[in-house]
């Protein structure tokens, strides 16, 4: 299903810009900087998931030959509590600060305590050895249900619960207790049909993008600070660092280097304020680069969760009711993104009576940072599964009764907002339709599952601006990181507008001093966002060009025609290059620039089949087929949206079947590297099938619609299903291990 | 610390000397003596692949061989696939297919592609998932990885042309020029 062929470079698949740098090793990474002087710095983490911090003695460290800069949270500003906008989430100021260098109390294993800067890193590894650090150690927790037991340790002394909006007055684990409501569930439930309520366990997991984190910093003596870094957004940074150091921003110049994936775990700030203090310091260049074992105890992850779903159905089909009940854990500070998991677990069911229950509870674990689709996935495979069990108990196909309780246009989000036009019934259809579904799957332990998803997409705040090169081609420099490929479809939307071919745009990521501000790379906002700025800005470019050949000509700018390139009027005819080349005759050198607050995002929705082969002896699944339908709006560059749901599909595999933190009882993590946190590889996954549903966004000049992150909402719920009917048992815990599976299999017996 | 050792090897087919200490991974020196930074390190212990290389060529993780062990050897890495007259095949693919997103990764895959392709031009899509299995990628589901390296074999054997299905002839509007 596509839309009929309307425009010349959208839906095309051009080689991207960036690409030949990145094929020959030639791209710079935010580690690859290498800056006169530079110094090499090194932090020193917490052995302990939850302690006081009594003392910390750097003076044999800073005595170390080659050694030029040790700090600790005494070289940070004491903030007070401020809540500030964080991409996909808020944070507490004061916490983001006290996760960058820890105050007071380590609250998890990994939690930064001090820095050094040397001469070389393994000069400044010697010297982390050298500082003493004396801790008393605390008893600490671990998951959301131990943390909210009355007893349990208490990991922020000041923390009280927001519940449903009133301060609450004793210390306690749980931020905040929210809910949403409508109908009466309780009333829904006595008069249904069919009944279903069970709980679920997920664990906490990892974005496990391949680069770490790593941050260069030159704070100059003039007090200028520029930082290189990894990032999904150089303006977050900036103004994070702003905030945690005291700084005006106008301090402050971020670069964001290319960026070796992220998927949410870049959008806060780890090393940036640690490199720009040592640089204070040591007055030469500072970079920091995470290990992977840094990168795993102490970057990201993702909330584990503990949910208790019940959802009731009427003997037609219909669901009547749905309730949820959900514990994510934040980790070492309030944050959670348990209610985007609340918005997006009953979102493609069209229901009167609903009640969701959220609750964010801080545990002596990383605080958690977005992961794709925050909350998503946890919450989704919950509530997928017990749709899945409602359909088998009315003896109804998954998809059949997807369509029946599926959300149309006008129809209310749980949330309360009515949904403009999506395209999740064409969605459910086109995967019934699919050669994937309509395939018969036979053998032993051997089992197919479907499953649905929802993500409610981002728009918001971005910049792009462009200049006319004298041979015709434009330069035009964006605010987003390009983490996927947007560097193309952005350019494919400004070439689109001016009707010129793809190549005659030459795009570059901007610094936070050459485009204006730009909010980060998350929220499947890029493409849709930045892409209307780019449209914007081609239509301002288009202006300007009809204004220099109306003065050129004499004319008014209302006679001058304008189309692929090239300036009509009368007969007459001028092409960019001609603009470009002869800029003294034109009234001098063509610039513009754009900037939108992108609304009236259309949300996302994905619909996945997947079949499985268990293995009974060793309790390994096999992932045997793979398709994923979504809507996904207009595709502007259809290989990288395809390429979106690939990834998102590996990671929800992946969260689904192996990853998980594994702690021991003092909190310390015994998996802190790709061996033991087990990611998918090409041998664990097949070819992944993928149907493009293009339901244009009417609140898109280009009808874009984010696609980044619901492919990851549906893939654990799809396999929990799948499993069962492989193997005749829903599992209510993920990742479904072979461990698990065993056990599984076991108590089946 | 250990007095530095004079090294000898030849790296993408020039002739190069450097100091090191004994310590040092052929990582480290790569990228931080040598400049090589298109090795990429992921996670400095022989689990991501980011860092591969050829040496002598075997397809090895830099990160887990010690620089003063390379002496007189051949190494190859992500710059030097390349050749004169432009991208390698497995390159070119790579961007036709749209095989990449962060790009991180990619040179990693890169290496481990030439190194197969080397030894066994005709692989199987099952051959190429075991031998990439030790090479992650967290972007993109391996899909059109492995095609593009299906593709580019079937380049390198003389069956098939640059410009496959993902493929766009660029061209020059008349504005342009």
């Known amino acids: 299903m596509t839309v009929e062929k309307q425009y010349e470079v959208i839906g095309t698949r051009p080689i991207r810009p960036d690409g030949t740098d990145k094929v020959t090793g030639r791209a710079l990474y935010g580690a690859d900087i290498r800056l006169p002087g530079m110094l090499y710095g090194m932090v020193l983490r917490s052995p302990h998931a939850h302690a006081r911090i009594l003392s910390i003695d750097t003076r044999k460290a800073e005595a170390l030959p080659g050694v030029r800069a040790v700090v600790t949270a005494a070289d940070l500003p004491d903030l007070e509590s401020k809540i500030s906008e964080l991409g996909e989430g808020t944070i507490n100021l004061r916490y983001q600060s006290n996760n960058v260098l820890a105050r007071d109390k380590v609250l998890y294993f990994g939690h930064a305590v001090a820095a050094v800067a040397a001469t070389s890193i393994h000069v400044a590894e010697e010297a982390l050895g050298l500082i003493d650090v004396q801790y008393e150690v605390l008893k600490p927790v671990l998951t959301a249900q131990e943390a909210m037991r009355p007893d349990a340790p208490i990991l922020l002394e000041e923390l009280r619960t927001d519940e449903l909006g009133a301060k609450g007055t004793t210390p306690t684990n749980i931020a905040e207790h929210s809910q949403i409501s409508r109908g009466d569930v309780e009333k829904a439930f006595a008069e249904a049909a069919v009944v279903v309520e069970r709980e679920f366990t997920t664990a906490t997991v990892h974005q496990g993008y391949i ?211 999506i395209g999740y019934i064409e969605t459910l259809q086109a995967a019934k339709n699919s050669p994937h579904y309509q395939s018969k799957l036979e053998g032993p332990y051997r089992g197919r599952g479907v499953a649905a998803g929802y993500w409610g997409n981002y728009g918001g705040k971005s910049s792009a601006s462009a200049s006319l090169n004298p041979d015709g081609t434009i330069s035009l420099v964006e605010g987003s990181v390009d983490i996927g490929g947007s560097r193309a479809s952005i350019a494919m939307q400004l070439a689109e507008t001016l009707g010129v071919a793809v190549d005659c745009i030459r795009p570059s990521v901007g610094d936070t001093d050459s485009v204006g501000y730009t909010e980060g790379t998350y929220g499947s906002r890029t493409t849709f966002a930045t892409g209307w700025a780019a449209y914007e800005l081609g239509n301002k470019l288009i202006q300007e060009f009809k204004a220099r050949a109306a003065a050129y000509w004499e004319v008014d700018p209302a006679q001058v025609a304008y189309a692929k390139g090239v300036l009509t009027c009368n007969g007459r005819r001028l092409t960019l290059a001609d603009l470009g080349s002869q800029m003294d005759d034109m009234g001098g050198p063509i610039s513009a620039s754009a900037s939108v607050r992108a609304e009236k995002w259309g949300p996302a929705f994905a619909v996945h089949i997947v079949d499985v082969e268990v293995d009974p002896e060793t309790g390994k699944v096999d992932v045997l087929r793979y398709t994923a339908a979504q809507d996904v709006g207009t595709a502007i560059h259809p290989s990288y949206v395809e390429s979106q749901i690939h990834g998102g599909v590996a990671q929800g595999v992946g969260w689904g079947l192996n990853e998980e933190y594994v702690y021991d009882a003092q909190g310390r993590l015994l998996n802190a590297s790709l061996l033991d946190y087990r990611m998918p590889t090409a041998l664990d996954l097949p070819m992944i099938e993928t149907i493009l549903v293009e339901v244009p966004n009417p609140g898109h000049p280009y009808g874009v619609r984010g696609v980044g992150e619901v492919p990851i909402v549906p893939p654990a719920g799809a396999l929990a299903n799948a499993i069962y009917r492989a193997i005749g048992v829903r599992l209510n815990e993920l990742p479904m291990s072979p461990a698990r599976i065993l056990a599984a299999l076991a108590a089946k017996k | 610390m250990a007095k530095k050792v004079l090294v000898e090897a030849t790296i993408n087919g020039e002739e190069v000397t450097f100091l090191c200490e004994p310590r040092q991974s052929l990582l480290e020196v790569l990228r931080e003596t040598l400049g090589l930074t298109g090795v990429k390190e992921g996670c400095n212990n022989g689990n991501c692949g980011a860092c591969n290389v ?91 990885i492995v095609r593009a390296v299906l593709d580019a074999a079937a380049v390198l054997r003389g069956e098939a042309q640059a410009g496959g299905p993902g493929a766009v002839v660029e061209t020059k509007p008349e504005v342009a020029l």
């Open chain 1, 211 to 421: 680069e770490p984190q790593n941050s260069t910093a030159l704070w100059n003596v003039d007090d200028q600070l520029t930082i290189w870094c990894s990032t999904q957004g150089a303006f977050g940074v900036r103004d994070q660092v702003a905030e945690i150091l005291e700084i005006p921003v106008s301090k402050i110049k971020v670069i964001p280097m290319e960026i070796g994936g992220g998927f949410g775990g870049k959008i806060g700030v780890y090393l940036e304020p640690i490199a720009a203090l040592l640089s204070k310091k040591a007055r030469r260049p500072v970079k920091l680069t995470m290990s992977r074992a840094e990168v795993l105890a102490a970057t990201g992850p993702t909330s584990g969760s503990y949910m208790r779903i019940k959802m009731a159905a009427n003997r037609e089909g219909r669901i009547t009711a749905a309730q949820a009940y959900l514990a994510y854990e934040a980790g070492a500070y309030p944050g959670s993104p348990v209610g985007s998991g609340a918005a997006v677990i009953f979102a493609p069911y069209k229901l009167d009576n609903v009640l969701i229950d959220s609750y964010d509870v801080v545990v002596n674990k990383p605080r958690a940072a977005a992961y794709r689709a925050p909350g998503g996935t946890n919450a989704a495979y919950a509530a997928e599964v017990v749709v899945d069990e409602l359909a088998e108990k009315l003896g109804m196909d998954p998809i059949d009764f997807r369509i029946l309780n599926g959300v149309r246009e006008g129809d209310k989000h749980p949330g309360g907002s009515e949904y403009p036009r």
């Open chain 2, 54 to 144: 050829i040496l002598d060529g075997v397809l090895v993780n830099s990160c887990l061989v010690l620089a003063v062990e390379v002496n007189g050897r051949s190494i190859i890495t992500a710059e030097g696939i390349a050749g004169p007259n432009g991208l390698h095949p497995i390159q070119q693919k790579l961007l036709e297919h749209a095989a990449l997103q962060c790009g991180v990764c990619t040179p990693g895959f890169v290496v481990a592609a030439k190194a197969l392709l080397d030894r066994n031009p005709n692989p199987s899509e099952y051959e190429v998932r075991r031998w990439l299995a030790g090479n992650l990628c967290r972007c993109t589901g391996y899909d059109k």
